[in-house]
């Protein structure tokens, strides 16, 4: 599975220019954790999170931001993604396409990806939705077949 599966495609992002107050007002309003910076051609200039809210003295989101933000493109594999989140400590990853960003993958991303999966216990089939398929589209198998499935982070 590919990061552009399962990567929010609405970004909200928020300008270098904009003021530490507004970085503040969209992430509480969205409830969201952390904003990728970016120009006015959408091209990935740093990240600002909370952390950097409460922890770095400024005015103005430049200021504060994080320049070297680490990211992955769109056909990066969510296992390596995965490992990066885990390994690096970081909560969230802006998806970047020529310099753009297209996406972002966060923990929750990850978090409802494994809650969405369900595999047939007689093929393997993976199956994709809340609730357990009524049968496999494989094999025929009913939904008892089927159980949730569950990879560890970094695996």
Do not use: F
């Given at each position: 599975m590919k990061?552009?599966?399962?990567m929010t495609r609405t970004v909200i992002?928020?300008?270098?220019?904009?003021?530490?107050?507004?970085?503040?007002?969209l992430l509480a309003r969205n409830r969201i954790s952390g904003l990728p910076v970016v120009n006015e051609n959408g091209m990935l200039l740093g990240l600002v999170t909370e952390h950097d809210l409460i922890a770095r003295p400024g005015r103005l989101v430049s200021e504060i931001m994080s320049r070297g933000v680490i990211t992955i493109s769109p056909d990066t594999e969510v296992e390596q993604v995965q490992h990066l989140l885990t390994n690096q400590r970081i909560r969230r990853v802006p998806v970047v396409e020529d310099g753009k960003v297209v996406g972002i993958v966060s923990r929750s991303d990850l978090v409802r990806e494994i809650a969405?999966?369900?595999?047939c216990g007689v093929c393997g089939e993976l199956v994709r939705g809340a609730e357990p398929p009524a049968g496999c589209p494989r094999c025929g198998a009913d939904a008892q077949a089927f159980v949730h499935d569950v990879v560890?982070?970094?695996m």
């Open positions: 990061a552009h599966e399962i992002s928020i300008r270098a220019d904009a003021t530490v107050e507004d970085a503040a007002r969405m999966r369900w595999v560890p982070p970094g």
